[in-house]
């Protein structure tokens, strides 16, 4: 059992830079693939960003391309999601999840586990 608790997210300008955590309980954390979506509002959850299990493969959605980075720390059991050069269309609630021995594909049916979700917002 696995529980994801996320944190940072807010308000920021276009251009700028948010970091997004997820702390997860559980001991068998490294074993999980992680994954960052997100969902506008009146728009279906989308795939942003994963890391596979072995944190060898990281994947992104051509949107993040560039300016996304995810990360994960397993000593502290936390995933993060480096967001920069931020525009008003990713404007969204994000979502961390994990998959456990998935590859941190894009495939929301695969994730067992779901963060709570945080909002962000980026103005013009």
């Known amino acids: 059992q696995v529980q994801l608790v996320q944190s940072g997210g807010g308000l920021v300008q276009a251009g700028g830079s948010l970091r997004l955590s997820c702390a997860a309980s559980?001991?068998?954390?490294?074993?999980?693939?992680s994954g960052w979506f997100r969902q506008a509002p009146g728009k279906e959850r989308e795939f942003v960003a994963g890391?596979?299990?072995?944190?060898?493969?990281?994947s992104y959605a051509d949107p993040a391309l560039g300016r996304f980075t995810i990360s994960r720390d397993n000593a502290k059991k936390t995933v993060h999601l480096q967001m920069n050069s931020l525009k008003p269309e990713d404007t969204a609630v994000y979502y961390c999840?994990?998959?456990?021995?998935?590859?941190?594909?894009?495939?929301?049916?695969?994730?067992?586990?779901w963060g709570q979700g945080t909002q962000v917002t980026v103005s013009s």
């Open positions: 999840a994990a998959d456990q021995g998935g590859d941190g594909g894009s495939r929301l049916d695969l994730y067992e586990y």
């Open positions: 890391l596979s299990w072995t944190g060898a493969t990281a």
């Open positions: 559980g001991r068998t954390f490294s074993t999980y693939a």
